[in-house]
């Protein structure tokens, strides 16, 4: 109802616009409130300005709310003292029943119903009991990290995060393995680490390809290569990876720091996956894969069957655009960069970029040594 100069009922100020309290029942609200009889014979006492109206809205929510909650007090309290009365009745009925004290059974443990908040996101099923632990678990989600370790600069999710993060500066390892020597930095790797080691009780199973592994973060990555997704970039040649850990190998690669030394030979790695493939090839197999055309052993059968296509000619991997056929795929992938004109490695001082990487690092030496150095 829009009228002039009506003066509102319940703040006394004069508005040009105001509102009937008789609408959507606001007059129960406000004799409910206030005590004070309230009659539709003067129209000019009975208008709300667009603030009290609000006002007057929140108060019934508020009371809304108050009564909704302690209808479930009363029901939580309820089914508590109901809990107990059937515990106490079983307590009961075990000490008169039970002669022997040899059949008392053992003390079960006390099941007190817990509030399980569970994580929003489709993809994760975590829950928590804590609305607090719900937050901080959502903020790797959302990739916020707002504490930061003075140590390192890194940022971690939440305090115990961070916590757990310094004691692996520190070197603590309180957490020891029952079954081998070694030892963690908090209880979630040593659980990783005996189940996947030890006791492989639980196990993750690849839906698509049937890999099995014993920790739900290595099959979360194992998931990674059955996709086309790389999400992880590298800063110095823009090059993308589908793993953190694979961008990690390649910026140590970029370092070029031979920090990994074999026992055995002495010879050095960039990585230490490149060490432990060097070791596992050269040290630990032996060569029981033989050519019967040359003579020629290898160490695996995928490299005695490459070697055999030299002496049957066979070229398995066709190219789609010309049809010429390749011994292997990687030397297929780099001839389809001559047809799609692709330049995957760029030179990170310049625009040029190059469809081989030791190209661009040749070219890096040639054009860019001052700025290497």
Partial sequence: MASKNIICMTCGEENETVKSIFDENLHEIYMNLTSIPISNN??????????????????????DVCVETHQKLLTLKSSREKLNEEKTYKKEIIFVEVENEEEIPKKEKKSVPRLKLNCPHD?????????????????????????????????????????????????????????????????????????????????????????????????????????????????????????????????????????????????????????????????????????????????????????????????PFICSYCNKGFFERATLKKHLYSHTGERPFKCPKCPKAYTEIFIMKRHLRQQHSDAIQ
């Fill in 42 to 63: 003067d129209v000019k006492l009975t208008g709300l300005c667009c603030d009290c109206v609000q006002i007057l809205k929140d108060i019934k929510e508020f009371r």
């Fill in 123 to 315: 993809s994760c099923n975590r829950s928590f009991q804590k609305k607090s632990r719900l937050e901080a678990h959502l903020r790797s989600h959302q990739g916020e990290k707002p504490e930061i370790c003075d140590i390192c600069g890194k940022g971690l999710a939440n305090p115990k995060s961070l916590s757990r993060h310094k004691a692996m500066h520190a070197g603590i390892k309180k957490y020891k393995c029952s079954y081998c020597a070694k030892s963690f930095n908090n209880s979630s790797h040593l659980n990783v680490h005996v189940n996947a080691v030890h006791t492989k009780e639980k196990s993750y199973v690849c839906p698509i390809c049937g890999y099995i592994c014993y920790a739900y973060t290595g099959l979360a990555i194992h998931k990674r290569c059955h996709s086309d997704e790389k999400k992880y970039q590298c800063n110095e040649c823009s090059r993308m990876y589908k793993t953190k850990a694979e961008l990690k190998d390649h910026l140590m690669r970029h370092r070029g720091i031979r920090d990994f030394v074999c026992e055995l030979c002495n010879a050095t790695f960039l990585v230490k996956s490149d060490l432990r493939t060097h070791q596992r090839c050269v040290h630990e197999t032996p060569y029981n894969f033989e050519c019967t055309e040359c003579g020629n052993k290898y160490k695996k059968q995928m490299h005695l069957t490459k070697h055999m296509r030299s002496h049957t000619n066979e070229r």
